[in-house]
């Protein structure tokens, strides 16, 4: 079976490349390099059954022949990550919006089916705290940045869903909690390997807001998992599944927890929100996901416990500092 894995050369795509390798599929990946890396790819690259493309999902010209070959398309593509998108948001709204809508209108053709990676931000601030699938999208406008990451994902969802209703095309939309693991860059907004560097090189920790906001952090290794078993399953087709760990941990005892563990001397500094995103950034008090529909369509559960994903993440830091 060939699959094409568009975004694979970032975080999640890595580890699910490796393991489609691993498993015996061939893959083909399409990434622009923008945020992704050659070196994420160092195990498989020189495998024969993977193919590398470098180019944009927004390329039709690129996407169409390489949906054409392939048995399965997974969208990871996308400019990622709250800074990213804060700091370039035209350019990232298109990026996400366009790139599915080139990538579902290729799979339409040939009738190939599509796994979309949405996202938990599709939520928005539904103050409800735990998410099922079919809970509210509750956003402020659209002339505030700080959405629009959002909805882009949300339009992502339309796209996916909308041509699986109306064309018939097999399309599942995975909605990713907050995944970590190896090879997670802290350079675009991402929390945990920015706290844990900044443990390590002795800095202070800057923790956003009061650092009350809870969140769950899912192992790539689980995120995996649970895109393979939807890839393997028909039923999963037309439906959208929550995707992530369900213990809950405050950011700012997630930055406690990572001095232990560091035997760091830094101090936690809190950070306003206008200060480190501008006037009027909003956060989600609190983020956990409904894993129970996905558990009942493939039977997958998050394995790793949060002392396990906190381990990887120091662990994975550490070893790039020290590269
Ligand atoms: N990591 C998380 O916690 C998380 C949470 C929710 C959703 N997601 C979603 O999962 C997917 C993967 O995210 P990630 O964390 O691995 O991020 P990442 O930045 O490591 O991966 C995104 C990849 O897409 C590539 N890319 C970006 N624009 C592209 C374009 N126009 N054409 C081709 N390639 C392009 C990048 O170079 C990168 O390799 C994304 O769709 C993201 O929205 C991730």
Same mark, same amino acid.
């Given at each position: ?13 890595? @580890? &699910?490349?490796? +393991? ?9 990946? &399409?990434?622009? *390099? ?9 195990r498989v690259i020189s495998n024969p059954k993977l ?61 190939? !089916?599509?796994? *979309? ?35 882009? !994902?949300?339009?992502?969802?339309? &796209?996916?869903?909308?041509?699986? !209703? ?25 929390? *945990?390997?920015?706290?844990? !560097?900044?443990? *390590? ?12 906001? +809870? ?27 929550? =995707? ?32 480190a995103y501008g006037p009027g950034f909003e956060d989600i008090p609190r983020r956990v ?21 906190? @381990?990887?993440? =120091?662990?994975?830091? &550490? ?5």
């Amino acid at each position: 079976m060939q699959v094409l894995v568009t975004g694979g050369a970032g975080f999640i795509g890595s @580890h &699910l490349v490796e +393991r489609l390798i691993d498993l015996g599929y061939s893959v083909t990946i &399409l990434d622009d *390099l923008s945020t992704g890396n050659l070196t994420n790819l160092e195990r498989v690259i020189s495998n024969p059954k993977l193919r590398f493309v470098e180019g944009s999902v927004t390329d039709e010209l690129m996407v169409d022949p390489l949906v054409k070959e392939a048995d399965a398309v997974i969208h990871l593509a996308a400019a990622v990550g709250v800074k990213l998108v804060m700091d370039q948001t035209l350019r990232s709204f298109q990026t996400n919006v366009r790139g599915t809508e080139v990538v579902v209108e290729a799979a339409c053709r040939t009738n190939t !089916k599509v796994l *979309l990676a949405s996202t938990s931000e599709v939520y928005g601030k539904n103050s409800s705290g735990i998410f099922s699938e079919d809970s509210d999208f509750v956003y402020g406008p659209t002339s505030v940045a700080r959405w629009t990451y959002a909805l882009s !994902k949300a339009a992502d969802e339309v &796209l996916a869903h909308y041509y699986c !209703k109306e064309f018939g095309l097999p399309t599942v939309i995975f909605r990713l909690f907050n995944t970590v693991g190896p090879r997670q860059s802290g350079d675009f907004g991402m929390v *945990l390997p920015r706290l844990v !560097k900044q443990a *390590l090189t002795g800095i202070p920790l800057t923790v956003f807001g009061d650092g009350s906001q +809870r969140r769950c952090f899912c192992h790539v290794d689980d995120t995996v998992a649970a895109i393979l078993s939807m890839l393997d399953s028909s039923a999963c087709v037309g439906e959208a599944f929550n =995707v992530g760990a369900i213990t809950e941990i405050s950011i700012i005892d997630a930055a406690r927890m990572i001095i232990e563990m560091t035997s760091s001397t830094s101090p936690i500094v809190l950070v306003p929100y206008e200060e480190a995103y501008g006037p009027g950034f909003e956060d989600i008090p609190r983020r956990v996901p409904n894993i129970s529909k996905l558990a009942s369509f493939t039977g997958w559960a998050p394995t790793k416990t949060l002392e396990d994903v906190m @381990h990887s993440v =120091v662990d994975c830091v &550490l070893a790039d500092m020290m590269a």
